[in-house]
């Protein structure tokens, strides 16, 4: 009974609870026809056709922003190997193009702390005919990146490629920029400049750049709006000293992007002859000098007074300088009897010299004898062979002009005078090689990478870069912190190795004063030998005076004014030296030409 009367109690709540179901079901299908109607006059299958079709659209907007897309024209060499263009991106995906067959050109996107997120490179080789595309996809929070297009190598050719971006952005953002543009000066690399000077930029926006202004000490001087974006400045019109170079990048937008340099204005002081016929002086400007004073009286001493015996090719004659006093001063006074003494010696020296002396003799000497035939216009084919030999001959292993390739010290600079002195002589103008090889020891390590510098410990000491060896440091260079721009390394060794404070070495002003004459010599045959390598033999001295606290008058030779002199001559700058004659003589072994007080005034 009792077992009946459950089965009946279980039926029984299953009806109900199936009933209660279907009302509860009538019941809500009831609402949602009335809501339909009332509101819609749809069924309900449209009714939910739309309701998900809307929440489809508004998770689409949720998830997604708006995109834009900029391009640029990438153009890296060896003075710029990299170029990097910023976005202010959305939540999204960044995707960065270019194309390229070259596997040392990368393409990276970083963010704003600067960690890179991606890098993709070409997978292809170099001999590929077809362009590879490069791409990196990234998906990014808000935030502003930074694309990079870099070489990764040594790049001696130009490469030109298209960089193209499209990042994600609110509506806001599309109609509303405010990121100025990226401004950089990349010219003059040079902290001094002088004469014309160009500056350039690179100016970069997403938005397009409008144009570039360029500005010195806040006056305007030009306005670019090609994609050069450069200027010629012609520092001229100022006076020497410090400059301020500004550069402003205006975008499409209205945005302002600037960038600022500061340079040094140092043309020389004093012109160069508008005449520069003539390897040292030529007629005209000897007669235009003043015929007095203790400079004037020294030369005119020795002119007529007596001459060195010792043959040419003794390094420690200075049979040079009586022939250059003489005929200078035979063409002050138009003295004939002097120039044809002159000319006589002259004749005489082709078959007075020892084949025997070390090539440091004649390369201290024959710059002397080719400046006085120059002078008085004494030419023959006798004495122009002997020139010739006198370059080419072996004189104890070396010839001048392996003697000038080879040492980047004061041999090197003796040699480098004699031997570009008499190529003008012979052929009205010096040789490249010559050229380049003092231009490599001022501090051009390209134009010559052949110096030997192998002297035992101390031979590469003093070097600021002791695998590419110079005659003078680089500008801004140092070792163990200390200041060595503009040090004579390969005479600066004969001190010792490295060591500070620096020690006194004669031989450092002995190198620097047939640079210095060589610098003048090329400057009349139409180079701008004074400015070559950041302006070297003015740094060179700056460093005696101001870092070493070694001036001429501390020296043991009495030449060490003539660097200085020549200097402050073209510079306008003021190294003191003593100019009395017991310091400023000519008759001590490894002098340099003389009467160089009178002739550069």
């Known amino acids: 009974m009792n077992r009946k009367k459950n089965k009946m109690t279980k039926s029984r709540n299953k009806k109900i609870s199936k009933s209660s179901r279907s009302r509860s079901v009538k019941r809500k299908n009831s609402i949602l026809n009335r809501f339909t109607k009332k509101l819609f006059g749809l069924p309900k299958v449209a009714l939910f056709s739309i309701v998900f079709a809307v929440i489809g659209v508004i998770s689409l907007i949720l998830a997604s922003a708006a995109t834009t897309s900029v391009a640029y024209n990438v153009e890296l060499d060896s003075g710029r190997q990299s170029a990097s263009y910023q976005v202010t991106a959305a939540k999204g995906e960044i995707v960065a193009t270019i194309k390229s067959v070259d596997p040392k050109l990368e393409l990276s996107i970083s963010d704003s702390s600067g960690s890179v997120l991606a890098t993709s490179r070409p997978t292809k080789g170099k001999n590929q005919s077809k362009s590879e595309i490069v791409e990196i996809r990234e998906n990014v929070l808000p935030d502003t990146y930074t694309v990079t297009v870099e070489y990764k190598g040594k790049l001696k050719n130009k490469i030109t490629t298209t960089l193209s971006i499209n990042y994600p952005v609110t509506d806001s953002e599309e109609i509303s920029d405010t990121t100025p543009p990226i401004t950089v000066i990349t010219a003059p690399l040079n902290s001094t400049v002088k004469g014309n000077v160009e500056i350039t930029a690179s100016v970069t926006d997403a938005s397009g750049v409008e144009k570039v202004q360029f500005f010195v000490d806040n006056s305007l001087i030009a306005t670019d709006t090609t994609s050069s974006y450069r200027a010629v400045w012609d520092t001229s019109k100022v006076a020497n000293g410090s400059r301020?170079?500004?550069?402003?990048?205006?975008?499409?937008?209205?945005?302002?992007?600037?960038?600022?340099?500061?340079?040094?204005?140092?043309?020389?002081?004093?012109?160069?002859?508008?005449?520069?016929?003539?390897?040292?002086?030529?007629?005209?400007?000897?007669?235009?000098?003043?015929?007095?004073?203790?400079?004037?009286?020294?030369?005119?001493?020795?002119?007529?007074?007596?001459?060195?015996?010792?043959?040419?090719?003794?390094?420690?004659?200075?049979?040079?300088?009586?022939?250059?006093?003489?005929?200078?001063?035979?063409?002050?006074?138009?003295?004939?009897?002097?120039?044809?003494?002159?000319?006589?010696?002259?004749?005489?020296?082709?078959?007075?010299?020892?084949?025997?002396?070390?090539?440091?003799?004649?390369?201290?000497?024959?710059?002397?004898?080719?400046?006085?035939?120059?002078?008085?216009?004494?030419?023959?084919?006798?004495?122009?062979?002997?020139?010739?030999?006198?370059?080419?001959?072996?004189?104890?292993?070396?010839?001048?002009?392996?003697?000038?390739?080879?040492?980047?010290?004061?041999?090197?600079?003796?040699?480098?005078?004699?031997?570009?002195?008499?190529?003008?002589?012979?052929?009205?103008?010096?040789?490249?090689?010559?050229?380049?090889?003092?231009?490599?020891?001022?501090?051009?390590?390209?134009?010559?990478?052949?110096?030997?510098?192998?002297?035992?410990?101390?031979?590469?000491?003093?070097?600021?870069?002791?695998?590419?060896?110079?005659?003078?440091?680089?500008?801004?260079?140092?070792?163990?912190?200390?200041?060595?721009?503009?040090?004579?390394?390969?005479?600066?060794?004969?001190?010792?190795?490295?060591?500070?404070?620096?020690?006194?070495?004669?031989?450092v002003y002995n190198a620097l004063a047939p640079a210095a004459v060589t610098n003048e010599i090329l400057a009349r045959q139409g180079f701008d030998s004074w400015s070559w390598s950041d302006q070297a033999i003015k740094r060179a001295i700056a460093w005696l005076y101001d870092e070493a606290n070694f001036k001429p008058a501390d020296a043991n030779w009495d030449g060490a004014w003539i660097a200085p002199h020549l200097v402050n001559v073209r510079y306008g700058t003021n190294y003191i030296y003593p100019t009395d004659p017991s310091h400023i003589t000519r008759n001590q072994a490894g002098d340099s030409i003389d009467y160089v007080d009178w002739a550069k005034q």
């Open 244 to 507: 301020r170079i500004m550069v402003k990048g205006y975008d499409k937008a209205g945005n302002v992007g600037s960038a600022t340099l500061t340079v040094v204005v140092d043309n020389l002081t004093t012109p160069l002859p508008s005449s520069t016929s003539g390897i040292w002086l030529n007629r005209d400007e000897i007669k235009s000098l003043p015929q007095s004073g203790t400079a004037w009286n020294r030369l005119y001493s020795d002119a007529y007074g007596t001459w060195d015996s010792r043959n040419i090719t003794n390094q420690d004659s200075d049979l040079k300088n009586d022939l250059l006093a003489a005929a200078i001063v035979s063409v002050a006074k138009d003295d004939a009897n002097l120039a044809n003494k002159v000319k006589t010696k002259l004749g005489s020296l082709v078959n007075d010299w020892d084949p025997n002396e070390r090539s440091l003799g004649i390369s201290r000497n024959l710059i002397g004898a080719v400046m006085a035939a120059d002078i008085i216009g004494y030419r023959t084919a006798e004495f122009e062979n002997w020139v010739e030999t006198m370059l080419t001959h072996n004189f104890s292993g070396r010839t001048i002009i392996s003697t000038h390739q080879d040492r980047a010290n004061n041999w090197g600079t003796h040699a480098g005078g004699s031997r570009i002195a008499a190529e003008i002589f012979l052929h009205g103008k010096p040789t490249d090689n010559a050229v380049n090889v003092h231009k490599g020891w001022l501090g051009d390590f390209n134009s010559w990478p052949n110096f030997s510098v192998d002297y035992g410990l101390t031979g590469t000491s003093w070097q600021a870069n002791p695998s590419k060896p110079v005659g003078i440091n680089a500008a801004n260079t140092t070792i163990s912190g200390h200041n060595v721009d503009g040090v004579v390394p390969d005479d600066q060794r004969r001190s010792g190795g490295f060591s500070w404070p620096p020690a006194a070495e004669d031989y």
